[in-house]
């Protein structure tokens, strides 16, 4: 049986930081994050929330 727990990732926000690297502010044109320096935290798909087994 599995439990929700908070992303370690995203800390339960949802969102991660740009894997992109630019060494400082993304631009807007960044393909991952358009310039706002987060992405959907990729294991939690968004919710900030994860399965612990």
Not at 13 to 24: F, Q, S
């Amino acid at each position: 049986m599995s439990e929700k727990v908070e992303c370690g990732n995203c800390n339960g926000t949802g969102l991660a930081d740009c894997p992109m690297e630019y060494g400082g502010p993304c631009p807007s044109q960044c393909p991952a994050c358009g310039g706002s320096q987060k992405v959907v935290c990729p294991d939690c798909n968004g919710t900030g929330e994860v399965e612990e087994f």
